[in-house]
């Protein structure tokens, strides 16, 4: 704030102090109620369950790509590994017909146009096999836990959403699931 003309400087300095002190005690405040949020029960459970599914996602890609997919690759007469397999949709200056590509890196630094259909494959296994993991995992936490993570569910005869299949009445259209309706009829 400017002084003016024939004023103290003691109150202008008075007046910076209380601005700093303000602003010490909301930065105070601040870091008090980020450390409040940072080590609540919630969000250390959200960490701890991110780092697991984090490592539980590598166990069941390394599962599927070291494990599964090369004996899948002998099995079937793929000559090559899964992740190789592609077909070239528009060839390079320097394609050859007789001999082709051998890999992937080779077409793409000739400039061809391709389809690589094995790193799909090997994505869309992995993503079941970590949907079948995680569903099984649940039935297990399930057997020895009083939470119920599988939540099972019917579809109303009216409304046709899906409701809990512990529910009475369904949340959607408030008819009555165990069939009172017909009986009444």
């Not at 969000?43 to 590598?58: K, M, S, V, Y």
């Not at 017909?97 to 994505?123: C, P």
Request: proline share 3%; glycine share 8%.
């Amino acid at each position: 704030m400017p002084l003016l003309y024939g004023s103290s400087s003691g109150a202008h300095d008075d007046e910076q102090r209380s601005l700093l002190e303000q602003g010490e005690e909301r930065a105070k405040r601040m870091f008090a109620g980020f450390i409040d949020f940072a080590f609540s029960g919630n969000i250390l459970e959200i960490a701890f369950g991110l780092i697991l599914a984090n490592a539980f996602t590598t166990v069941t890609n390394s599962f599927v790509n070291d494990i599964l997919l090369p004996p899948l690759s002998v099995l079937l007469p793929l000559n090559r590994n899964m992740d190789e397999k592609f077909f070239v949709l528009k060839p390079g200056p320097n394609y050859e017909e007789q001999q082709g590509y051998n890999t992937i890196s080779l077409a793409h630094e000739d400039g061809a146009v391709i389809l690589a259909y094995g790193g799909f494959i090997r994505h869309v296994v992995s993503f079941l096999c970590l949907g079948i993991m995680l569903y099984a995992l649940a039935c297990l936490y399930q057997c020895f836990s009083k939470d119920n993570i599988i939540k099972y569910t019917v579809k109303c005869r009216y409304c046709k959403k899906r409701v809990s299949a512990k529910a009475i009445r369904c949340v959607n259209c408030t008819s009555w699931l165990d069939g009172r309706e017909e009986r009444m009829r």
